[in-house]
């Protein structure tokens, strides 16, 4: 594993409790770097969505056990925040939870002269995400292919 692969395992092992005791669900845990900063973002949400006062109180219990096991190396900014409206696919239970919900999927390379697709997301497995297409035809992805899948949204 990765540095960062152990940095964010570490931290959702952490912070799961944490979530679980207010009720709210763990949809992610990132450690990027953006623009020379390392950042630790938390993810979290509930029905209805999460307030500012949400993040705050999650953010301060999970502040005070990173200094207590201090396990990563570099300098960093922690962020507890909302996934927001575009909600990205990322888990098993992310798929599952959206099964019948309309999606958008951005590939890395041209499917059919288009990087863009958004559909009904049909079924999912290891390897696969299908979704049903506007025309009624069903366009099957390779997960290795998708750079980014998450919950349409129309304004």
Do not use: H, N
């Not at 990563?72 to 019948?100: A, C």
């Amino acid at each position: 594993m990765s540095k960062r692969e152990i940095y964010e395992a570490r931290t959702e092992e952490l912070l799961t409790p944490i979530v679980e005791e207010y009720g709210f669900e763990l949809v992610d845990v990132e450690y990027v770097k953006e623009g020379g900063t390392w950042y630790l973002r938390s993810y979290i949400d509930k029905p209805g969505g999460i307030t500012v006062d949400d993040c705050e109180m999650v953010s301060r219990r999970l502040s005070d056990i990173l200094d207590r096991e201090d396990y990563i190396e570099d300098s960093y900014i922690m962020e507890v925040s909302s996934p927001g409206l575009g909600r990205p696919l990322k888990k098993e239970k992310d798929f599952k939870r959206s099964l019948g919900e309309e999606v958008e999927i951005r590939t890395y390379r041209m499917v059919d002269k288009k990087k863009e697709f958004t559909g009904i997301l049909k079924s999912y497995d290891e390897e696969t995400v299908t979704i049903e297409l506007d025309d009624g035809t069903d366009q099957t992805f390779s997960k290795g292919d998708i750079a980014l899948i998450r919950l349409a949204f129309d304004f």
